[in-house]
């Protein structure tokens, strides 16, 4: 079975930074891209940042760009998306994507083979 689940979230003031998590299991970590969307409410699902296979790729959204840094350990199963200087408008919900065969420029939200449940990310001014 596969699954994604991230973890990590919480509330936070603005300026803070969180580090949120994302375990997988049930495929081939190592051979999927990782890729991490933000959803803000009422708003559709957003790309925010990519990484590689091997962790030394990276793309991302210009609204996050020097802020925030996507990463992974294959030997974890884990990829991770670390937030600095967070702002009210990154408040929303953050999902975890996987896709096989896919760039790390693939900056739309439909084509993933594999989605986690979110975790909300919530900061206050």
């Known amino acids: 079975q596969v699954t994604l689940a991230e973890s990590g979230g919480g509330s936070v003031q603005a300026g803070d930074s969180l580090k949120l998590s994302c375990a997988a299991s049930?495929?081939?970590?190592?051979?999927?891209?990782m890729a991490w969307f933000h959803q803000a409410p009422g708003q559709k699902r957003e790309f925010v940042a990519a990484v590689n296979w091997g962790g030394g790729r990276s793309n991302y959204a210009d609204s996050v760009k020097g802020r925030f840094t996507a990463s992974r350990d294959n030997t974890k199963n884990e990829a991770y998306l670390l937030m600095n200087n967070l702002q009210p408008n990154d408040t929303g919900v953050y999902y975890c994507?996987?896709?096989?065969?896919?760039?790390?420029?693939?900056?739309?939200?439909?084509?993933?083979?594999?989605w986690g449940q979110g975790t909300q990310v919530t900061v206050s001014s």
């Open positions: 049930g495929f081939n970590f190592g051979d999927y891209i």
């Open positions: 994507a996987a896709c096989h065969g896919c760039g790390i420029g693939r900056m739309v939200d439909f084509g993933w083979d594999h």
